[in-house]
């Protein structure tokens, strides 16, 4: 069973940093690329940045450019978020997403919730 869980969420003051970490299983981790993924409240989901299965590519959302930096330890099947210089508008749950192969995610973890307010 595939299973993606997200932890690291937590209340921060705005230019603050957080680390997100998601735990895969169930899956040859390494194989895949993987995305974080967010939703604002009241808002529809937002991708937010992408990793390559062997981590030597990556790519951001103009949002986030700059300020945030993915990255993944496939001995440890896990993907990571490291956010800087936090903004309000980074208030979200934050989704990992597997990719299917194919385009598109064939499995989202239960996201945790990140909260940029003074």
């Known amino acids: 069973e595939v299973q993606l869980v997200e932890s690291g969420g937590a209340l921060v003051q705005p230019g603050g940093s957080l680390r997100l970490s998601c735990a895969g299983s169930?899956?040859?981790?390494?194989?895949?690329?993987m995305s974080w993924v967010r939703q604002a409240p009241g808002k529809g989901l937002e991708w937010v940045s992408r990793i390559h299965s062997d981590g030597g590519s990556t790519r951001y959302a103009d949002s986030v450019k700059g300020r945030f930096t993915i990255s993944r330890d496939n001995a440890k099947n896990t993907l990571y978020l490291q956010m800087n210089s936090l903004k309000p508008e980074d208030t979200a749950v934050y989704y990992c997403a597997k990719s299917s192969g194919s385009g598109g995610f064939d499995y989202w973890g239960q996201g945790t919730q990140v909260t940029v307010s003074s």
């Open positions: 169930g899956f040859t981790f390494s194989a895949y690329a």
